[in-house]
């Protein structure tokens, strides 16, 4: 069976810094990424990594957060410079073939880990 788990979220500061990690049993996929959602916000893309390196970002946080994998199993989330509007619920997502931006081009989730930014 497939699973997705977060960990790492917690509260910061604005200015501050947070990491995620999310552990796969049950894969390697090709492309690992990351999703948030705020309340009342619809489910928005992060970043995703495929296997052989190549990355893609949201707008929001390009050039604040990194993500990387190691060989198999693990995905991370670097997040530097937060600011309140990145308090959501950070979802690790898995899926085969190409890195998408659309939550629903991707099948498999985890629970999901509260961040908090204050100001």
């Known amino acids: 069976q497939v699973q997705l788990a977060e960990s790492g979220g917690g509260l910061a500061q604005a200015g501050g810094s947070l990491s995620l990690s999310c552990t796969v049993s049950g894969g390697p996929f090709s492309i690992m990424g990351w999703f948030r959602q705020a309340p009342g916000k619809e489910r928005e893309f992060v970043a995703a990594?495929?296997?052989?390196?190549?990355t893609d970002y949201g707008d929001s946080v390009k050039g604040r957060f990194t993500i990387s994998r190691d060989n198999a199993n693990t995905l991370y989330l670097q997040m530097n410079n937060l600011n309140p509007e990145d308090t959501a619920v950070y979802y690790c997502?898995?899926?085969?073939?190409?890195?998408?931006?659309?939550?629903?081009?991707?099948?498999?989730w985890g629970q999901g880990t509260q961040v908090t930014v204050s100001s």
């Open positions: 990594m495929a296997r052989l390196s190549s």
């Open positions: 997502a898995a899926k085969a073939k190409t890195i998408s931006r659309r939550p629903a081009d991707w099948g498999l």
